[in-house]
């Protein structure tokens, strides 16, 4: 299970395009990587995404064609054009068919990486359980007014908890985030959780855990 934010990347410069996703997912986003229009239309029938970055001078459709034909069918996912074109007029096109801003090539890597998490904060919000605030984009768990240190598999462990309130988690899928799996691993990891948050988390024998609705 990949709880990572999905990005998908139009570019079909293979070596910026390459870049580009590996600096992605070294801040552990999952980008799909396409060369052309056509491309974007088969990936987005297949998966949502959180966030398009387009390059618009691509093969077959370019990309203010691309996202057009996703307005058109309402689709609203965050987009970006990354394109070297600076003329006002190609400009205002890419607003008037429905992107919301622009990097210009080149691009530092840092303001690309910031306006990625600024718009991805932005359609991320948190979820509120008792006197709990989860920050679904950074994994931040604050308990009243204090943000809590956990370590990370304890946070992905309250994340499939806190994302599936009210439904049974398979333990396999808790297995997934842990360093070495076992059942008695798992319920020490529960059992943790329950005393420092004080929630209630019921166990279906050999099959799961849930964290019960309020």
Do not use: W
Request: hydrophobic share 40%; proline share 3%.
């Amino acid at each position: 299970m990949d709880d990572r934010k999905k990005i998908l990347l139009l570019e079909d410069d293979t070596i910026l395009a390459q870049t580009m996703k590996a600096l992605l997912e070294q801040e552990n986003y999952n980008v799909t990587l396409v060369e052309d229009g056509e491309e974007v239309l088969n990936a987005t029938y297949e998966k949502k995404y959180d966030l398009y970055l387009f390059d618009i001078n691509v093969p077959l459709l370019n990309g203010t064609q691309t996202l057009k034909l996703l307005r058109e069918a309402q689709d609203t996912t965050p987009t970006f054009f990354i394109t070297a074109l600076r003329d006002t007029t190609s400009i205002l096109k890419g607003f008037d068919c429905g992107c919301d801003d622009y990097i210009k090539k080149p691009f530092d890597p840092d303001e690309l990486l910031a306006r990625v998490k600024a718009v991805m904060k932005r359609n991320n919000p948190v979820i509120k359980y008792k006197n709990i605030t989860f920050d679904l984009l950074e994994n931040r768990l604050i308990l009243d007014k204090d943000e809590l240190s956990l370590g990370s598999v304890e946070k992905n462990v309250f994340a499939l908890l806190i994302k599936n309130i009210g439904r049974t988690v398979d333990k396999t899928v808790f297995f997934e985030y842990m360093n070495k799996p076992s059942d008695a691993a798992l319920r020490v990891l529960i059992s943790k959780l329950k005393k420092m948050l004080n929630i209630d988390i019921s166990n279906t024998k050999g099959v799961g855990y849930k964290l019960e609705k309020l």
